[in-house]
Structure formats: structure tokens, C-alpha cells
């Protein structure tokens, strides 16, 4: 098989999830709506990702760890365009994470637990530590690390930090490879299925 989805994409008012090649969606996760994933994306168990009233995109070789919840911001009154949630490629979203009608930029590490919240604007290259929290309209500067609640830039990075974002990234491309593998070989893989167009 090419890539690989979890049995539980769904469509929404006409909208389905469009899925990359050599994706891995743990059969626990949900996809809905107007969803884009990337190349080599991998989303962990219990992921939400849920683009019902505006739509998300996730660069290639990002990986959505364990209990991650992505949603967005429908367009109203209170605010005309809404947020949608963009997020570039080899981005690292930390087990638990919260990312709502936000852009990240590429190659950013979202720690554990952190919360990023309507209109924050986050450059490449940016470290948001574990709990930290991004308030609406935040922007964050690439080359630092953040923390706190709320966020605020706490030094500049290393060059071993900026150098661990391709290397976090490219670590979980193997690892979803490596799940998919195992799937394979122990028969488990009925509880996946290629992307079809009659399979959304």
C-alpha cells in the first residue's frame, strides 16, 4: 500500500480529509472535514483533528502526537474570515497539545500540554515549551524559546536546538514507517485502509 488511514476519516457537508503519500493515522485518531495532510505526516492515538467550520493544513513531515486536539474558528459576526489552522512542514506537536485557528510556521516544536490559541502567528524556528501558553494574536519570533503562561520569549536558541527540528522530525518519518511495518507484518492491518475515494 502506498499510505495508510484510519478507518475513521470523515466527510463533512461535502468536505473529506485529502491525505499525502506514506501518511500514518493511528485507527484511534479522527480526521474530519477539511482536513490537508502532507507527505510522511504521522497523527498518534487520540488526535482530533477536526476542520468542520474552517480548514486545516498540515505540512509534510509533521508529526501530531498522542491526545493532540486541532480545531479552528468559524467566520461570524464577532469575527467575519474566522481562523483557519495552518501548520508548515517538519513541524513536532507534543503529546496533548492544543492548537486552535492558528499558523505555524516550519520546523517549530510544540511541547507537551502547550496551547496555542486564535490568530498567533508562530515564525520557523521556534521552540514552545511544555504547558506554555500562545494567547490570541500572538506573534512569535523565529530562532527562540518560549514559555510561561502566557507565552513569552525566554532566550535564543542554540545551534544544537535549531538543528534538533530536523532531526525530531525525520526521527518520527521513521518511526510511522516503522508502525506501518508492524501493521503489516502481525495482520493487523485490517484496521487500516487506503485512501479511496469511496473510502471517505
Not at 29 to 51: C, H, K
Request: glycine share 10%; net charge negative.
Amino acid at each position: 500500500m502506498e499510505h495508510y488511514t484510519a478507518t475513521c476519516l470523515r466527510r463533512f457537508k461535502g468536505h473529506s480529509p485529502e491525505v499525502g503519500k506514506r501518511v500514518f493515522i493511528d485507527p484511534s485518531a479522527v480526521v474530519l472535514g477539511q482536513v490537508v495532510l502532507g507527505d510522511d505526516v504521522s497523527i498518534w492515538p487520540q488526535v482530533a483533528i477536526r476542520g468542520d467550520v474552517h480548514h486545516i493544513r498540515i505540512g509534510a513531515e509533521t508529526n501530531v502526537q498522542d491526545g493532540a486536539v486541532l480545531h479552528v474558528t468559524h467566520a461570524g459576526p464577532y469575527n467575519p474570515d474566522g481562523w483557519p489552522l495552518i501548520i508548515g512542514h517538519q513541524v513536532t506537536i507534543g503529546h496533548s497539545a492544543t492548537l486552535h485557528g492558528c499558523h505555524i510556521g516550519d520546523r517549530v516544536l510544540v511541547g507537551m500540554c502547550a496551547t496555542i490559541m486564535d490568530g498567533a502567528d508562530i515564525a520557523p524556528e521556534v521552540v514552545i515549551a511544555a504547558g506554555a501558553l500562545v494567547t490570541p494574536g500572538k506573534r512569535l519570533h523565529s530562532g527562540r524559546l518560549y514559555a510561561g503562561r502566557p507565552a513569552r520569549e525566554m532566550r535564543t536558541l542554540s545551534e544544537t536546538e535549531m538543528a534538533y527540528f530536523v532531526y525530531s522530525a525525520e526521527n518520527y518519518v521513521q518511526l510511522k514507517n516503522q508502525h506501518i511495518a508492524e501493521l503489516e507484518t502481525s495482520g493487523r492491518d485490517h484496521a487500516l485502509t487506503q485512501v479511496t475515494d469511496d473510502g471517505l
